[in-house]
């Protein structure tokens, strides 16, 4: 593993205030179960589908209809919470959260309150090379996600579209252990990375299918180490909850600004409702949505149609034996295998397709701190410019594993690699061949070389007496050198017969 130091968290203290305040966050994040069918019908769940075309009877609740659990979606939440090291109960029940909206069919979610899924675990955020924060889990429990209601296709009516209904999310609820928005936003961030490895959830933010509900309180100096050593939330300040949040940027800001609204607040005498807000990112402020309700609002009770949830330890374990390597076992051993440094090694493993190319190219090229450059640096930062990701790749595993492996064997330098890649990356085909048919093997005959410098020598003797009097000057002859090969004349050799011949 990688050697870390986990600090504890550093509260983020509002500047502009008449006091010290400290931020303190909980989150909540819905994810949605990557599945084909629903939580509890064979509905598909397909993104993007025409509007209630993927709605069976049990998602529209007819009456006599029942829901039916979906093994593999129950196997995915398990999976997710073996991920983030968390307890397995063998035992669970689903309970009915009462409420009524107009794309919630049944008037109650089928959700898990007092007997959940999955327990306690705990997730390792990375906040730079060598620091990390530990974020306490919960617990998680299985749900399922109501409809969509669309305001914006008629100025007189809403509609609404149950696709999404009975679609199986996992809500992964933290202990309120953030202290700042860019730790918040870095959460949100290792989450979505542990669930695409495991494949448990898409991540797919744009589409909803990942979100996340901010808690945000705020408390003078002391109080949270009080809160810590009695576990009284009454130390931590009255929470507000931004609704919905899918995108990282966005929850940086709305937690910002939350805090300061509540600061205000206080701050003026006044005392802070306990509510739940959405967020403009428009106007950059929150604004109420709603009273927050309590869990006995919703007037759970045990769903009578399901009984309650039983699963076998054998079953646990072989699903835990599947379980892929994930972000910090991986990048802890291209560190140690390929000696990458940390930094580097966290790009490559920020996204597990990334991972898999660059382990692929480091594999056959065999030199991994060489691949890790080409990977990251002029593969990563073209499709970056262009706005692609690994998978649009023009660019083969193969293919800049062979560019790797012809400048590791002088075969060209660096630059000419550079020409090879934009061949490559424009025009397809064979590093290899390439550079065998056009011409550009890179020159390492030192007495060709040593002639070319010679040449240079002869022709520019003033040059030559400043380049004694300042080595530093000695530089223009390599230039020379280089322009006179193309670029091909080996840069190491350049160096040293021009030194050579100038007596540096």
Not at 181 to 187: G, L, Q, S, T, V
Not at 306 to 313: A, F, G, M, S, V
Not at 384 to 406: C, F, M, N, Y
Not at 482 to 501: D, F, L, R, S, Y
Request: with cysteine; charged share 25%; aromatic share 6%.
């Amino acid at each position: 593993m990688l050697d870390l130091t986990y600090e504890s968290p550093k509260p983020k203290v509002i500047a502009g205030a008449k006091h010290d305040w400290e931020l303190v966050i909980g989150m909540e994040i819905h994810a949605q179960v990557a599945s084909k069918a629903k939580l509890f019908s064979g509905a598909s769940t397909m993104f993007g589908a025409e509007p209630n075309s993927n709605v069976s009877f049990v998602d529209a609740a007819m009456p006599g209809m029942l829901p039916v659990i979906n093994e593999y979606c129950i196997e995915q939440a398990v999976r997710t919470g073996l991920g983030l090291n968390a307890q397995i109960n063998l035992s669970s029940a689903f309970d009915r959260k009462n409420y009524f909206y107009p794309d919630l069919p049944q008037g109650y979610q089928i959700s898990q309150l007092y007997h959940p899924l999955v327990g306690e675990g705990e997730v390792i955020v990375d906040m730079e090379p060598g620091i990390a924060r530990l974020v306490r889990v919960e617990r998680i429990h299985v749900e399922q996600d109501a409809g969509k209601s669309i305001h914006d296709m008629d100025p007189n009516m809403s509609f609404v579209d149950l696709n999404r209904t009975g679609v199986a999310l996992m809500e992964i609820v933290s202990r309120p252990d953030i202290r700042g928005p860019e730790e918040a936003a870095a959460y949100v961030a290792k989450i979505r990375q542990i669930l695409r490895y495991l494949g448990t959830c898409d991540g797919n933010m744009q589409n909803g299918n990942l979100r996340a509900d901010v808690n945000v309180s705020v408390c003078l100096p002391g109080q949270y180490e009080k809160y810590q050593a009695t576990q009284d939330f009454g130390h931590l300040g009255t929470r507000c909850e931004i609704k919905n949040m899918n995108s990282m940027r966005f929850i940086q800001a709305a937690i910002d600004h939350e805090a300061r609204r509540q600061i205000a607040i206080l701050e003026s005498g006044g005392s802070v409702d306990q509510e739940t807000r959405l967020y403009d990112p428009d106007k950059n402020e929150t604004r109420s949505m709603r009273s927050k309700e309590e869990a006995h609002d919703y007037r759970y009770f045990p769903d009578p149609d399901l009984l309650p949830l039983e699963i076998e330890q054998a079953w646990i374990d072989d699903i835990a034996a599947s379980l892929p390597e994930l972000p910090d076992a991986k990048k802890a051993r291209f560190v140690k295998d390929f000696g990458l440094s940390e930094y580097d090694a966290g790009v490559l493993t920020a996204d597990v397709a990334n991972a898999a190319y660059f382990e692929d190219v480091a594999g056959t090229a065999g030199d991994g701190k060489l691949a890790a450059n080409w990977v990251i640096n002029e593969l990563f930062g073209r499709l970056k410019k262009e706005g692609h990701d690994i998978t649009g790749s023009p660019v083969s595993p193969a293919q800049l594993a062979g560019i790797v492996r012809l400048i590791k064997s002088d075969a060209i330098s660096g630059k000419i690699a550079k020409d090879v890649f934009e061949i490559v990356y424009t025009e397809g085909g064979d590093p290899e061949a390439i550079v065998e048919d056009r011409g550009m093997k890179q020159v390492t005959d030192t007495g060709a070389i040593e002639a070319a410098v010679d040449e240079i020598v002869a022709a520019n003797p003033a040059q030559v007496e400043k380049a004694k009097a300042n080595p530093k000057l000695a530089g223009w002859f390599v230039g020379q050198v280089m322009k006179a090969t193309e670029g091909k004349a080996n840069p190491k050799a350049v160096n040293q017969i021009v030194a050579a011949k100038l007596g540096l």
